[in-house]
């Protein structure tokens, strides 16, 4: 069973920057297109960001497109999200989640994505 976990979360104040990582024990991320999501109080899950398999396509929502950037990192096993100029609206918990249909060359935050992860904390404030 694939099971990920987020770290790197944390408290930040506006306009800096944080750098998350989905990791998997035991199973390679490689087979699995990989997207990230967050979830702010009182508001829906929202899909973020996403990656493929070969790393060679992205997707990005447009809150956080020129802002956050997702890459794969295959030497140490992880999918990280790099989020630079972070804003207040970009606090919640940020979860990866793995899309076992890894065929298509192009990925979307709207698939089904099988394997989630706990979540990781973000907060931004001053």
């Known amino acids: 069973q694939l099971q990920l976990v987020e770290s790197g979360g944390g408290e930040v104040q506006p306009g800096e920057s944080l750098r998350l990582s989905c990791a998997a024990s035991?199973?390679?991320?490689?087979?699995?297109?990989i997207g990230w999501f967050r979830q702010a109080p009182g508001k829906e899950r929202e899909g973020i960001a996403c990656?493929?398999?070969?790393?060679?396509?992205?997707n990005y929502a447009d809150s956080v497109r020129g802002r956050f950037t997702v890459r794969r990192d295959n030497a140490k096993n992880t999918v990280n999200l790099q989020m630079n100029s972070l804003k207040p609206e970009d606090t919640g918990v940020y979860y990866c989640?793995?899309?076992?249909?890894?065929?298509?060359?192009?990925?979307?935050?709207?698939?089904?994505?099988?394997?989630w992860g706990q979540g990781t904390q973000v907060t931004v404030s001053s």
């Open positions: 989640a793995a899309n076992w249909n890894a065929r298509s060359p192009i990925c979307s935050m709207q698939s089904h994505y099988n394997s």
């Open positions: 035991g199973v390679t991320l490689d087979f699995y297109h």
């Open positions: 990656i493929v398999v070969s790393g060679r396509s992205t």
